[in-house]
């Protein structure tokens, strides 16, 4: 099973975090089944950049990013080349590395 490693996060995870999870999984759904609290505002349906994440090292090994994640990640804070919604990207076999960005454009956090 692969490995995500999380860089560490004040408020999600301060010491940083490892976790499994199978591949076919969404890097945020992997998050939320291990007890990383990541927001997720949209419920992981690509409508909105809360669940955004920087994947510092095995990028090349997730799915590609359709045409409406990469418009959406255009709102997103602190975008980068290597930014991902977290709800579209999918494990394969291969582990990654993510940080998750200091803030979103959420301006109300959902009770999930």
Do not use: F
């Amino acid at each position: 099973m692969p490995v995500i490693k999380i860089l560490p996060h004040p408020e999600y995870c301060p010491q940083g975090a490892q976790v499994e999870a199978p591949a076919g999984t969404s890097i945020c759904e992997a998050l939320l089944d291990n007890g990383i609290k990541i927001e997720h505002a949209c419920d992981m349906s690509c409508a909105c950049t809360t669940c955004h994440v920087i994947v510092r090292a095995g990028g090349a090994s997730l799915n590609e990013a359709e045409e409406e994640e990469e418009d959406l990640l255009d709102r997103a804070w602190g975008l980068e080349p290597q930014s991902r919604l977290s709800c579209q990207a999918i494990l394969a076999q291969q582990d990654v590395t993510v940080e998750i960005p200091k803030y979103s454009i959420n301006h109300a956090k959902e009770n999930h």
